[in-house]
């Protein structure tokens, strides 16, 4: 049974934490000019190109900038590039903004747009971004500031994928020094996550692995000037203890704050809640590599006895919606005639029984060290417990948990992903096309000719409305394949300050932080 706590308990609790905080530092409140943000867990690298993990996009995207960007309706704003446009069916041109310098000095311009896009796309380097430009044949500089994307294929959604953190732009001089390293023998990423330089209105300061990021204002940013200093990403792993520091003010921002939290920080005095919904997906993922998860009347059973109201409900506090399959209706490509499979732990019985395992079976489920995760593992292993399958937890370390996932070592696992560019592409291609086996995002393993010609389809079509159609076909594939169990659609809790102003956060997962202050 998942676990829950009274308000009154979790106030005694988090009260104790602040009294012994409070006795061991005597913490009189923040630093106006410093932002200190709270969260769950590290980066996991400062190279934008070499990592998908959020916690390391939200310092990334700070430091690094892409040629878009997207707004809170995921329209398409200008970034570093000022215009853009299809000259042709396989071709895009980029006009790019002139007298914007790196945290280095050194200067922004359509051959360093091309460095970046190659590095990405190099094979030495393997770069898990490389899904977001796989299509690009070639990047060719037209002058000092205009770039055309050359495709294997129409692909609308370029821009789009130009906006995703993924590729920020880094420093020629960086990537030069990085492939320095690598013929020296060390890993790609190596100089830069030392040395992540950008454009962005915040410069990397230090990484302390395991402790804290910190970042300071770019006081030579091409555009308005953030309006704090500094901004540090401190890692506070346990729940209460961030609350807690919320509330002394050693926290300014604070997430995720768990839904079974929501009340105890509404009603503490001085700080709230902000809530915002996303472009997120939280599933339960089966290995397809291994038995019996190599059967899809078992991935349908176990998908069966999941009752997803029960987690929103118990779990989540309400701060939910149920998904059908992998994208909800802000993702472009959504069809609202695709029908999820219905909670029946009788017929889920009864397909257990025609795969062969009238008895259930035994298996394993992962999560990483995160309480709602965690809370979901428990309620996950009772409901299946209901139809005969023993389910063992493990818990593992943020780390730890991508590598072995990545590397199909895993039965059942509990992940999410972020369509972040708002278009199924991103969304599909990612998670369920062969092409992206493993750490790129296809962390189930299944392998379905007929999907992959679907989604390849889809992202070459130009036309809307056939894009759509697409979709809803490989949408229904998805549900009926059941690789993984759809469960919720999340809506972020951020924990705030009353004195920040200005902070929001994108349905994609990052932090807006350029425009935050700190009104003491």
Same mark, same amino acid.
């Given at each position: 049974?998942?676990?829950?706590?009274?308000?009154?308990?979790?106030?005694?609790?988090?009260?104790?934490?602040?009294?012994?905080?409070?006795?061991?530092?005597?913490?009189?409140?923040?630093?106006?000019?410093?932002?200190?943000?709270?969260?769950?867990?590290?980066?996991?690298?400062?190279?934008?190109?070499?990592?998908?993990?959020?916690?390391?996009?939200?310092?990334?995207?700070?430091?690094?900038?892409?040629?878009?960007?997207?707004?809170?309706d995921m329209e398409l704003e200008p970034l570093l590039a000022t215009e853009w446009e299809a000259t042709a069916d396989d071709v895009w041109e980029f006009k790019l903004r002139e007298g914007v310098t790196f945290h280095d000095g050194s200067e922004f311009n359509a051959e360093v747009v091309k460095a970046n896009i190659d590095r990405i796309l190099d094979e030495?380097?393997?770069?898990?971004?490389?899904?977001?430009?796989?299509?690009?044949?070639?990047?060719?500089?037209?002058?000092?500031?205009?770039?055309?994307?050359?495709?294997?294929?129409?692909?609308?959604?370029?821009?789009?994928?130009?906006?995703?953190?993924?590729?920020?732009?880094?420093?020629?001089?960086?990537?030069?020094?990085?492939?320095?390293?690598?013929?020296?023998?060390?890993?790609?990423?190596?100089?830069?996550?030392?040395?992540?330089?950008?454009?962005?209105?915040?410069?990397?300061?230090?990484?302390?692995?395991?402790?804290?990021?910190?970042?300071?204002?770019?006081?030579?940013?091409?555009?308005?000037?953030?309006?704090?200093?500094?901004?540090?990403?401190k890692v506070v792993p346990e729940d209460l203890t961030r609350i807690a520091e919320l509330e002394t003010g050693e926290a300014h921002i604070i997430f995720p704050v768990n839904p079974s939290d929501k009340a105890l920080v509404e009603n503490t005095e001085g700080v709230d809640v902000y809530e915002a919904e996303s472009l997120s997906l939280s599933y339960v993922?089966?290995?397809?590599?291994?038995?019996?998860?190599?059967?899809?009347?078992?991935?349908?059973?176990?998908?069966?006895?999941?009752?997803?109201?029960?987690?929103?409900?118990?779990?989540?506090?309400?701060?939910?919606?149920?998904?059908? $399959?992998?994208?909800?209706?802000?993702?472009?490509?959504?069809?609202?005639?695709?029908?999820?499979?219905?909670?029946?732990?009788?017929?889920?019985?009864?397909?257990?029984?025609?795969? $062969?395992?009238?008895?259930?079976?035994?298996?394993?489920?992962?999560?990483?060290?995160?309480?709602?995760?965690?809370?979901?593992?428990?309620?996950?292993?009772?409901?299946?417990?209901?139809?005969?399958?023993?389910?063992?937890?493990?818990?593992?370390?943020?780390?730890?948990?991508?590598?072995?996932?990545?590397?199909?070592?895993?039965?059942?696992?509990?992940?999410?992903?972020?369509?972040?560019?708002?278009?199924?592409?991103?969304?599909?291609?990612?998670?369920?096309?062969?092409?992206?086996?493993?750490?790129?995002?296809?962390?189930?393993?299944?392998?379905?000719?007929?999907?992959?010609?679907?989604?390849?389809?889809?992202?070459?079509?130009?036309?809307?409305?056939?894009?759509?159609?697409?979709?809803?076909?490989?949408?229904?594939?998805?549900?009926?394949?059941?690789?993984?169990?759809?469960?919720?659609?999340?809506?972020?809790?951020?924990?705030?300050?009353?004195?920040?102003?200005?902070?929001?956060?994108?349905?994609?997962?990052?932090?807006?932080?350029?425009?935050?202050?700190i009104e003491n």
């Open positions: 049974m998942f676990k829950s706590k009274t308000l009154k308990a979790a106030l005694l609790s988090v009260s104790m934490v602040i009294a012994l905080s409070a006795c061991a530092s005597e913490p009189e409140g923040g630093d106006a000019t410093n932002l200190v943000i709270g969260t769950l867990s590290d980066a996991e690298a400062m190279d934008p190109h070499n990592s998908t993990d959020l916690p390391s996009s939200n310092v990334q995207t700070n430091i690094f900038e892409t040629l878009l960007s997207q707004t809170e030495d380097v393997a770069s898990p971004r490389a899904l977001l430009y796989n299509m690009v044949e070639e990047v060719v500089v037209v002058d000092d500031y205009t770039v055309e994307f050359h495709t294997e294929y129409p692909f609308a959604p370029l821009p789009s994928h130009l906006a995703h953190n993924g590729g920020g732009m880094i420093s020629l001089e960086a990537i030069e020094a990085d492939y320095a390293a690598m013929e020296d023998g060390e890993q790609p990423g190596s100089y830069i996550n030392e040395n992540p330089i950008g454009t962005g209105f915040f410069k990397f300061e230090e990484w302390q692995t395991g402790n804290r990021v910190e970042l300071v204002r770019n006081d030579d940013y091409w555009g308005e000037l953030a309006k704090v200093e500094s901004v540090t990403f993922g089966f290995n397809l590599q291994k038995e019996p998860f190599d059967d899809p009347l078992v991935r349908q059973a176990l998908s069966m006895a999941i009752n997803k109201e029960d987690i929103i409900t118990g779990v989540l506090e309400g701060t939910g919606t149920p998904a059908v $399959g992998p994208i909800g209706e802000q993702v472009f490509g959504f069809s609202d005639e695709v029908e999820s499979l219905p909670y029946d732990p009788e017929r889920a019985q009864e397909l257990l029984a025609e795969a $062969g395992y009238e008895d259930g079976f035994e298996t394993t489920l992962w999560t990483n060290d995160n309480r709602e995760r965690e809370d979901i593992a428990e309620l996950v292993q009772s409901q299946l417990a209901v139809i005969g399958v023993d389910v063992k937890i493990e818990v593992l370390e943020w780390g730890a948990y991508l590598e072995n996932t990545a590397e199909g070592k895993h039965d059942m696992f509990i992940l999410g992903w972020v369509t972040a560019t708002g278009d199924a592409d991103y969304g599909m291609h990612a998670l369920f096309h062969t092409d992206h086996l493993g750490e790129a995002g296809n962390r189930t393993f299944i392998e379905n000719e007929e999907l992959d010609k679907l989604l390849d389809q889809a992202r070459e079509e130009r036309d809307e409305a056939t894009r759509e159609a697409l979709y809803k076909e490989a949408m229904e594939i998805v549900v009926d394949e059941s690789p993984m169990i759809y469960l919720y659609h999340q809506t972020y809790l951020v924990g705030v300050r009353d004195e920040v102003k200005g902070f929001w956060k994108h349905p994609n997962g990052l932090y807006q932080i350029q425009d935050v202050a």
